[in-house]
């Protein structure tokens, strides 16, 4: 099911893709609409899921941690349930995935030394249930988007 979104919802979205902290004052005085307005609208976005939260945007380089690894895993499809219990539970994992293809599950985590993330791999290949493990290390960035543009978002409506 689709959320029904209008004009200002989406004028409210696009601030806040721009800038997280815009008050909602400021968003107020562009649609000429009262803050508490805004708030409501906001709040009203989050109930219905198009607002999944917003966040501090953390630069792991800068703290000394590795690039992120992504970790192709084939699994038991009969042990995959209990399998995604054990790998989110694993303090490094960002973000686990079930994925169409050769391999069922993606796995992204951010470890502090190569150290760590040999004995991290070690780890997740000693798990019941994983047939088989490719590992893809990150050596640079190109492009990081947490957002799809306005642009794209403004042709759904």
Excluded: C, W
């Amino acid at each position: 099911m689709f959320a029904v979104l209008d004009r200002i919802d989406f004028h409210i979205l696009k601030k806040l893709m721009e800038d997280g902290r815009i008050s909602y004052r400021a968003i107020a005085e562009e649609t000429q609409l009262t803050d508490v307005a805004i708030k409501k609208r906001v709040e009203s976005l989050k109930r219905k899921g198009v607002l999944a939260g917003i966040k501090a945007e953390i630069n792991y380089d800068v703290l000394g941690f590795e690039k992120p690894i992504f970790i192709q895993i084939r699994s038991d499809l009969s042990k995959t349930k209990d399998l995604l219990k054990r790998i989110e539970s694993f303090e490094h994992v960002m973000e686990v995935y079930q994925v169409l293809g050769e391999y069922n599950l993606l796995v992204k985590a951010v470890l502090p030394d190569m150290k760590a993330i040999k004995e991290f791999i070690t780890r997740l290949g000693s798990l019941d249930g994983i047939l088989d493990i490719k590992t893809l290390m990150v050596l640079e960035k190109i492009q990081k988007r947490d957002t799809l543009p306005a642009s794209v978002l403004q042709k759904r409506f």
